[in-house]
């Protein structure tokens, strides 16, 4: 289709670079060894991810010693930061007074 276009009109209408009916790039050796390491590193990568480093027994629980020490660290700084309790006496300790009052 694009060739009938590009054949019948003598050119490519509007921006040439993009559209429906847009002109295709130029593939350089620039591309194509770009794409060749892209491919490379990609397939490294999913043979890696396919070997895992535990087995799954060596992987459960494996962190749960640490997860439980991180979590009381964190409750303990919350604790830390949390101001004193008001008690009612405290509050109300400006309405005692020591003399009793005759009617």
């Keep these: 289709m694009f060739l009938t276009v590009a054949l019948l009109r ?8 993009i ?11 620039q591309m194509k060894r770009n794409m060749l390491v ?3 590193r990609e397939a490294e990568n999913e043979y890696w991810i ?3 480093y ?6 459960r629980g494996h962190a749960a010693e640490r997860r439980a020490q991180n979590w009381l660290t964190i409750k303990e700084t919350k604790f830390q930061k949390f101001p004193e ?14 003399r009793t009052w005759s009617s």
């Design 10 to 17: 003598k050119g490519i209408s509007g921006k040439q670079w």
């Design 38 to 40: 892209h491919l490379e």
């Design 54 to 59: 535990m087995t799954t027994e060596q992987e």
């Design 50 to 52: 396919s070997r895992p």
């Design 85 to 98: 309790h008001k008690y009612v006496a405290d509050h109300l300790s400006h309405l005692n007074t020591t």
């Design 19 to 29: 559209g429906k009916y847009r002109r295709p790039r130029a593939i350089t050796w």
